[in-house]
Nanobody, 114 residues
Framework: QVQLVESGGGLVQPGGSLRLSCASS????????MGWYRQAPGKERELVAL???????NYADSVKGRFTISRDNDKNTVYLQMNSLKPEDTAVYYC????????WGQGTQVTVSS
């Protein structure tokens, strides 16, 4: 069994920053792909950012230049640094890690509003 626990969400003003964390019960070192997804009310879940074991990253066009995905193997944690936040970034953000199987966190709410 693998559990992923997200944290770091909250309410921020436009232009603000947040860092989301995803703590894994299994070593991140052996993960094939790590990623962050988000889902806003009435919308499909979408990929925000991904990171492969080899260090390749990819981002949704809407967040390029503003968001950064990273990992800390010692802490078994995947991060999403979010800068210059916009109201349209408001969503529930989900951590996804692939070890062979596919695992999801429970999600953390990010609300960007003035």
């Amino acid at each position: 069994q693998v559990q992923l626990v997200e944290s770091g969400g909250g309410l921020v003003q436009p232009g603000g920053s947040l860092r989301l964390s995803c703590a894994s019960s299994r070593s991140i070192f052996i993960a094939n792909v790590m990623g962050w997804y988000r889902q806003a009310p009435g919308k499909e879940r979408e990929l925000v950012a991904l990171l492969t074991r080899g260090g390749y990253t990819n981002y949704a066009d809407s967040v390029k230049g503003r968001f950064t995905i990273s990992r800390d193997n010692d802490k078994n944690t995947v991060y999403l640094q979010m800068n210059s936040l916009k109201p349209e970034d408001t969503a529930v953000y989900y951590c996804n890690v692939q070890f062979g199987g596919n695992y999801w966190g429970q999600g953390t709410q990010v609300t960007v509003s003035s």
